[in-house]
């Protein structure tokens, strides 16, 4: 039914079960999961603090998928080499956040990461047209970042297609991520619109089977 069928899942480790958090990432790598979503809030960029670099280098050990690391923090860029050390994969710095969004993309692949560019859901797309061509990824937020179990933003849809017109128009091969609200339905509309990376935190860790759920998603 999808137009993608090699799209991507990243459960978000935020609705997970800290007090049983091994038991959780071995979930996650018994799974078919791609990355293991993970989102570091400052209490300051967002109304809300989740968890930060110790949870992530403790949980390094064990993980078998790639770390793909949202963080939502006022300038993000003073962490490219922590977050680099800690094995992550990916970071996603948020628009909203990055005076010099080109410098600091340039320095997150410098370490080796993948650079990810992480849209608001009030941020229009076309503040992307001078940066996209250096970006690996855009994260679209389809809900305000800061919590998770919101209620999906429709216009996240339409915004998908509009950002994957841009992407094909451009002759580039970035990567669409969208992060918030994801559940069977609105993932459905999300592939068909475009999206590669579906990140699903309530969805996947508080249902009754996350690996089957997990196995749903990327069967869609
Ligand atoms: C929200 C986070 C999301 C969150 C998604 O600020 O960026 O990654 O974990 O949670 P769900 O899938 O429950 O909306
Ligand atoms: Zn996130």
């Known amino acids: 039914m999808a137009m993608n069928t090699k799209h991507k899942i990243a459960p978000s480790l935020l609705a997970a079960d800290f007090l049983h958090l091994q038991q959780e990432i071995e979930r996650v790598n018994n799974s078919e999961a791609d990355w293991l979503h993970l989102d570091i809030m400052d209490g300051v960029f967002v109304p809300n603090i989740s968890f930060g670099f110790p949870i992530l280098d403790a949980i390094r050990p064990i993980l078998k998928k790639p770390m ?3 963080l939502m923090v006022v300038e993000p860029q003073k962490f490219i080499r922590e977050v680099a050390e800690l094995g992550a994969y990916l970071m996603n710095v948020h628009y909203e956040a990055s005076a010099h969004l080109h410098r600091t993309i340039s320095a997150i692949k ?11 859901p009030h941020t229009p797309i076309s503040l992307l047209e001078d940066i996209i061509q250096e970006v690996d ?7 305000n970042p ?6 999906f933003i429709e216009h996240s849809v339409e915004k ?3 950002l994957k017109d841009m992407i094909t128009r451009k002759g580039l091969n970035t990567l669409i991520e969208v992060d918030g609200g994801v559940n069977m339905e609105t993932a459905k509309r999300l592939l068909t619109a475009g999206a590669d990376v579906l990140v699903a935190g309530n969805f996947v860790f508080k249902s009754p089977n996350p690996l089957q759920t997990i196995k749903e998603l ?3």
């Open 218 to 220: 990327k069967a869609l």
């Open 137 to 143: 990824m855009v994260l679209l937020m389809s809900v």
């Open 146 to 151: 800061g919590f998770g179990g919101q209620r």
């Open 68 to 70: 793909d690391v949202h």
């Open 160 to 162: 998908t297609a509009r």
């Open 110 to 120: 410098e370490t080796g990461m993948k650079a990810g560019v992480t849209l608001n």
